[in-house]
């Protein structure tokens, strides 16, 4: 199984960009398909985006579509999450996430198998 180690987070201004990494190790990597997932303090853990094993199809959570964009990059064993247009409602802890599904529309929590440590994401306002 492949570990996880996110980065990139840290603390920008409302409407400001970030660009979270998460790194894998192994030669597995593009066996799995990505996920990101956030939480935010006194809030579950959420959905954010997932992509599929090519990297060639998507799926975003309406709450983020068209700011936040799932990426990635398999010869650098790298997923990436753009943040655009950053609202305080973005705060949170955000994880990296990797699960062997058959799909790019995994957006529940039990179908992923190995998490990262997470990496937090602070906008002020």
């Known amino acids: 199984q492949v570990q996880l180690v996110e980065s990139g987070g840290g603390l920008v201004q409302a409407g400001g960009s970030l660009r979270l990494s998460c790194a894998a190790s192994g030669r597995t990597f593009s066996s799995y398909v990505m996920g990101w997932f956030r939480q935010a303090p006194g809030k579950e853990r959420e959905f954010v985006a997932t992509i599929s094993r090519g990297g060639r199809s998507t799926y975003h959570d309406d709450s983020v579509k068209g700011r936040l964009t799932i990426s990635r990059d398999n010869a650098k064993n790298t997923v990436y999450l753009q943040m655009n247009s950053l609202k305080p409602e973005d705060t949170a802890v955000y994880y990296c996430?990797?699960?062997?599904?058959?799909?790019?529309?995994?957006?529940?929590?039990?179908?992923?198998?190995?998490w990262g440590q997470g990496t937090q994401v602070t906008v002020s306002s």
């Open positions: 996430a990797a699960g062997d599904g058959a799909s790019a529309t995994m957006i529940g929590e039990g179908q992923y198998d190995i």
